[in-house]
């Protein structure tokens, strides 16, 4: 499951994904200096950490290879809630398990509602509850 692939640096946009550290993160902006008399352009990448929220930096040339986490995005609806903890069963393998709430979907997140998750790397998160 800890799928990832390889990409160029100069394809990368705001908004797409970046592993750091192997951290899966969402570019959140970059920076590209000009070409030097002696070597390439460098890109400086500012990202979010996709599960932790951390903020994470990535400096490198613009030739230089990235990688690139597979995310992938699936529903699951809501079968109970205690405290900050969801029990959830995917839509599509039935399967059940536990993931912690965000505190902003606390308030919203009640049994039968569905939940939008993303997962990448071997863990999952809730991204948005319908």
């Given amino acids: 499951m800890d799928?990832?692939?390889?990409?160029?640096?100069?394809e990368l946009r705001v908004g797409s994904y970046?592993?750091?550290d192997e951290t899966p993160c969402?570019?959140?902006s970059m920076d590209k200096s000009k070409?030097?008399?002696h070597g390439a352009a460098k890109l400086r990448i500012v990202a979010i950490g996709i599960f932790d929220n951390n903020k994470k930096n990535w400096l490198?040339?613009?030739?230089?290879d990235v990688e690139v986490p597979v995310i992938e995005r699936s529903n699951a609806q809501i079968v109970s809630v205690s405290g900050k903890t969801?029990?959830?069963m995917d839509t599509k393998t039935f399967e059940t398990f536990e993931l912690t709430i965000p505190d902003e979907f606390i308030s919203v997140a009640e049994p039968g509602k569905e939940a939008e998750l993303m997962s990448a790397m071997g863990k999952r998160a809730i991204q948005r509850i319908k």
Avoid: C
Avoid at 3 to 10: N, T
Avoid at 60 to 64: A, H, L, M, V
């Fill in 18 to 20: 970046l592993l750091i």
């Fill in 86 to 88: 969801a029990q959830l």
């Fill in 3 to 10: 799928e990832k692939i390889f990409a160029s640096a100069k």
């Fill in 60 to 64: 490198g040339s613009t030739d230089s």
């Fill in 26 to 28: 969402r570019i959140a």
């Fill in 35 to 37: 070409p030097g008399k």
